[in-house]
């Protein structure tokens, strides 16, 4: 995951909001009224979402087989959902491949979630399945990012220390000596304990960006993630990646490849390469830093998946690279770039982008939330499981309809306010988009099947299929005609 101190800060001024999907291809759909949110985390390994909203709360929705929702259940959420005991007082957020961590207004950092290998670190007090969070052993304040793995956490301090905690099979947690030494509990970085800028955790290694402006990176080195030039040998320390000695602002790792954004805003990138996810327009992996192309310069931060990447450009546009088999590019498409292409809708007006292994969203600076790509466990929030080539906006917190005066013939008359048409009504029948095809609302997110509007998910004729959080046909359809 991507995460630069400053970027934070000013993240944390932005204001999105959540709408309803209109159409699986349709650009980008936003829902004008109150705003919700005011950052979105990332993750190159999870398959869920969270964000912070504008008042300092954390919602979450995706696959929860862990708890990394944090409502206080296991169920997968199509729709966000509250973190039980963040509801204020949080300023960012990250997600792995089964928790997830935030750091508070007090600069402190609590996780939920997946615990087998101590990666919420609180020294397993909660056990291996914590489904609200819990504070990490001596991280009650002092932090000013923190960054999720696929089984490991890290967390930046505002003294430019990093320390970590978790799963250390490829000795992802820096601490030296051999690998396997688990830790519940952070741990300094070894020959990081001061003068780190930024931050980032993949699934098996870890990245930092000193003050001189180099790489160093550690961890599982398979196919050249580490970027030393090497191949095959993992490092429990810290190492230079080649050729990165200054001129960098921001890191990003992905499963097993790391780009860099320069202080030119160019992207270099390195490791995996077998869908592209590059960017040099091949698909041979490479063991030190590359140019992508293209891109050479107006880059102002980066976002790393399993197999592909994104970049935001000055201009706030949003383009993409690599695997695209779930639509994670957000072009239009399922295949495969080794180029970038542009996301489709969001030409500009994008401040950041964030998601995970397979999926991707992006804020915008007018305060929306879009997401695309796979869709399987409800990660784009939608209300649906269904894959999205395009973007689309998550379900939220439903705004409030304005009303706006109607100019009168003279200046005598009283103007009659006027309801403008209801962006959540689509076909203006008086019932929200979202009772019609989405999840109720009272319920979290869940089916209701007593609910006579909740026609999403049904009993086929005669019962013979259950309500089961998925459309099958023909029965869900014959349901709603049956209505």
């Known amino acids: 995951m991507i995460r630069r101190t400053a970027a934070l800060m000013g993240l944390a001024l932005a204001a999105i909001m959540v709408g309803t999907f209109i159409g699986p ?19 190159s390994s999870s398959d869920h979402t969270c964000a912070v909203t504008a008042t300092g ?34 300023v960012s957020v990250s997600t792995g491949n089964g928790h997830s961590c935030a750091v508070t207004a007090a600069s402190g950092v ?11 670190g609180d020294g397993l007090a909660c056990g291996y399945t914590c489904t609200t969070a819990v ?3 001596g991280l009650s304040d002092g932090v000013a990012s923190v960054s999720t793995g696929y089984v490991h956490s890290c967390a930046l301090t505002t003294e430019g220390v990093v320390k970590c905690w978790g799963n250390n099979f490829h000795g ?37 960006v000193t003050a001189t402006g180099g790489v160093r990176c550690w961890g599982e080195n398979l196919v050249g993630q580490l970027g030393d030039g090497g191949c095959c040998i993992d490092r429990t320390a810290p190492v230079n990646v080649s050729g990165l000695s200054s001129g960098i602002v921001e890191v990003a790792t992905g499963a097993v490849h790391t780009c860099a954004v320069t202080t030119a ?41 399993n197999g592909h990447s994104c970049a935001v450009t000055a201009t706030g546009g949003v383009t993409c690279w690599g695997r695209n088999n779930y639509g994670q590019l957000g072009d239009g498409t399922t295949t495969n770039q080794p180029l970038p292409v542009d996301v489709k809708g969001l030409a500009s007006d994008v401040a950041a982008v964030g998601g995970g292994s397979t999926h991707t969203c992006a804020l915008t ?74 999840p109720d609302e009272k ?41």
């Open 110 to 120: 609590k996780c939920w979630g997946r615990n087998n290998y101590g990666q919420l």
């Open 443 to 483: 319920l979290g997110g869940q089916r209701d099947f007593l609910n006579e509007w909740d026609f999403y998910d049904v009993l086929g004729p005669g019962g013979v299929l259950p309500t089961d959080g998925f459309i099958d046909l023909p029965n869900d359809i014959l349901g709603v005609i049956q209505h």
């Open 135 to 137: 504070g990490v052993v």
């Open 265 to 305: 805003g160019g992207v270099k990138c390195w490791g995996r390469n077998t869908y592209g996810q590059l960017g040099d327009g091949t698909t041979t992996n490479h063991f030190t830093p590359g140019n992508v192309v293209g891109l050479n310069a107006g880059v102002v931060s980066v976002l790393m998946g």
């Open 25 to 43: 291809e349709g650009g980008p759909t936003e829902v004008s009224g109150a705003a919700v949110v005011a950052t979105v985390g990332a993750g």
């Open 57 to 90: 709360g954390v919602k979450c929705w995706g696959r929860n087989h862990f708890g990394q929702l944090g409502d206080g259940t296991t169920f997968d959420r199509l729709a966000p959902v509250d973190v039980k005991g963040l509801e204020t007082g949080v």
């Open 365 to 438: 600076a007018a305060g929306y939330v879009n997401c695309w790509g796979r869709n399987s466990d409800g990660q784009l929030g939608d209300g649906t499981s269904m894959n999205r080539t395009a973007p689309v906006s998550p379900l939220g917190l439903k705004p409030t309809p304005t009303l706006t005066p109607t100019p009168t013939a003279t200046a005598t008359a009283t103007a009659t306010p006027t309801a403008t048409p209801d962006p959540t009504d689509t076909d203006g029948d008086g019932c929200s988009d979202e009772r019609e095809n989405g």
């Open 172 to 208: 992802q947690l820096g601490v030296g000596g051999a690998v396997g030494n688990h830790q519940t509990a952070p741990m300094d970085v070894f020959n990081l304990s001061s003068g780190v800028t930024a931050m980032a955790a993949g699934d098996w290694h870890t990245c930092a």
